[in-house]
């Protein structure tokens, strides 16, 4: 059973940082893709940022480019965002998302952003 389990969420000021992990566990394929959405109240989910297991392309959604970092680790089954210079329209729900030959979610953090 596919397992994504996501930590790290919180409230930061504006200008601040913050680093969301993804562990992922029961999956044994090595062809996927692996990544983040976000859900802020009365929105759409929206693609942020994902990264390729087979070779390690990254994808990142024009409002986060330049701030966030999507990475992984490999031994730890781990994704990793790095979501630096942090607005107020960063505020959201982030749910980790894994595609292969199927689609599987995390149940989200909650990421904060405010004075």
């Known amino acids: 059973q596919v397992q994504l389990v996501e930590s790290g969420g919180g409230l930061v000021q504006p200008g601040g940082s913050l680093r969301l992990s993804c562990a992922a566990s029961g999956f044994s394929s090595d062809d996927y893709v692996i990544g983040w959405f976000r859900q802020a109240p009365g929105k759409e989910r929206e693609g942020v940022s994902c990264?390729?297991?087979?070779?390690?392309?990254?994808y990142y959604a024009d409002p986060v480019k330049g701030r966030f970092t999507i990475s992984r680790d490999n031994h730890k089954n781990t994704v990793y965002l790095q979501m630096d210079s942090l607005k107020p329209e960063d505020t959201a729900t982030y749910y980790c998302?894994?595609?292969?030959?199927?689609?599987?979610w995390g149940q989200g953090t909650q990421v904060t952003v405010s004075s």
């Open positions: 990264i390729s297991n087979s070779d390690g392309i990254t």
């Open positions: 998302h894994l595609r292969g030959q199927r689609e599987y």
